[in-house]
T-cell receptor, first 118, second 113 residues
Framework: GAVVSQHPSRVICKSGTSVKIECRSL??????MFWYRQFPKKSLMLMAT?????????EQGVEKDKFLINHASLTLSTLTVTSAHPEDSSFYIC??????????????FGPGTRLTVL | DAKTTQPNSMESNEEEPVHLPCNHS???????IHWYRQLPSQGPEYVIH???SNVNNRMASLAIAEDRKSSTLILHRATLRDAAVYYC??????????????FGGGTRLMVKP
C-alpha cells in the first residue's frame, strides 16, 4: 500500500530557531502533498498544499514566510518552521495522494511530527 | 465544502459491532463520503469511502442513506485497537473537485474490554 513517512517524529527546539520537517512518499510519486497542524484535543487544520515544482498554496491565516514549504521532488516535501516560538508547538502531519491508484483522491498520511518549542 | 456532523464521542464493548453516524444534509450530488480514523499520536488512516452505494472493505462497511444526507460507518467487531477518532469528510467531486480534505471534530470511539 501507499506509505508516507515523516522525519523527525519528535523535535524539541529553543525559541527563535528553525526546524525542518521532511515528508516522503516511499512507494509512489506524489505531485501534491498537504501539510496539516493539530493542537492537542483538536482536529487537523490544513496549512498548505505543496505542489511539486511550484509554489505552495497556503490556507488563510497561515504565514508563508514563517512556514516555508519546498516540494523539490516527486517524493519529498519539506516544511520549515522559521524562528519557532512556543505557540508553534504542535503536531504537524503531512499527507499525499497517489495519482496512479484512481481511487477518488484517497490521501495517505504520515505518522506526524511533534514539535515542542521551549 | 459541505459540512458534516458527528457525535463527539461513543462507547462500545469489545467484540461488538459499532455504528458511527454522520449527518451531511447539505451534500451535493458529486460529493464523495470519506471516512478516516486517527489513533492516538498518529496520523490519520484511510478507512473507507463511497458515493451512493453501500461499500465494504476489510476494515469496515459504509452504509449510505438513500437521500445521501447521512451515512454510517460500521465496524463489525470492535477491538481495543479500534479506539480512535473517526472523521467523516465530504470530498467534492466533478467540477468542484479539489484534493484537500477538511476535517471536522470527528467522533472519539472508546472501546471497553
Amino acid at each position: 500500500g501507499a506509505v508516507v513517512s515523516q522525519h523527525p517524529s519528535r523535535v524539541i527546539c529553543k525559541s527563535g530557531t528553525s526546524v525542518k520537517i521532511e515528508c516522503r512518499s516511499l512507494d509512489f510519486q506524489a505531485t501534491t502533498m498537504f501539510w496539516y497542524r493539530q493542537f492537542p484535543k483538536k482536529s487537523l487544520m490544513l496549512m498548505a498544499t505543496s505542489n511539486e515544482g511550484s509554489k505552495a498554496t497556503y490556507e488563510q491565516g497561515v504565514e508563508k514566510d514563517k512556514f516555508l514549504i519546498n516540494h523539490a521532488s516527486l517524493t519529498l516535501s519539506t516544511l520549515t518552521v522559521t524562528s519557532a516560538h512556543p505557540e508553534d508547538s504542535s503536531f504537524y502531519i503531512c499527507s499525499a495522494r497517489d495519482p496512479t491508484r484512481g481511487d477518488t483522491d484517497t490521501q495517505y498520511f504520515g505518522p506526524g511530527t511533534r514539535l515542542t518549542v521551549l | 465544502d459541505a459540512k458534516t456532523t458527528q457525535p463527539n464521542s461513543m462507547e462500545s464493548n469489545e467484540e461488538e459491532p459499532v455504528h458511527l453516524p454522520c449527518n451531511h444534509s447539505t451534500i451535493s450530488g458529486t460529493d464523495y463520503i470519506h471516512w478516516y480514523r486517527q489513533l492516538p499520536s498518529q496520523g490519520p488512516e484511510y478507512v473507507i469511502h463511497g458515493l451512493t452505494s453501500n461499500v465494504n472493505n476489510r476494515m469496515a462497511s459504509l452504509a449510505i442513506a438513500e437521500d445521501r444526507k447521512s451515512s454510517t460507518l460500521i465496524l463489525h467487531r470492535a477491538t481495543l485497537r479500534d479506539a480512535a477518532v473517526y472523521y467523516c469528510i465530504l470530498r467534492a467531486g466533478g467540477l468542484r473537485a479539489g484534493n484537500m480534505l477538511t476535517f471536522g471534530g470527528g467522533t472519539r470511539l472508546m472501546v471497553k474490554p
